[in-house]
């Protein structure tokens, strides 16, 4: 899965676009962790509601990639 950060001001943001999930922070690391921790919740929650065969991570299309990609840092 893609990973993008982007720093606005004094804050990162962070996204997932194949799972349209984003979190900030005051730090790159926290950024990424939280990240990490949004993502680790989305797929238990699928899992526990039984929704695992539904649940398939799509490649973000190349038009999103493409608008993000600048002022984005590479994850």
Do not use: Q
């Amino acid at each position: 899965m893609g990973l993008f950060i982007e720093k606005e001001g004094a804050v990162y943001c962070a996204l997932c676009p194949e799972l349209d999930i984003a979190t900030e922070s005051d730090t790159l690391e926290g950024a990424k962790s939280n990240l990490r921790e949004a993502v680790e919740g989305y797929i238990e929650s699928a899992v526990r509601a039984g929704e695992e065969d539904e649940f398939i991570p799509r490649p973000a299309p190349e038009e999103v990639i493409k608008e993000h990609r600048e002022g984005f840092i590479m994850g």
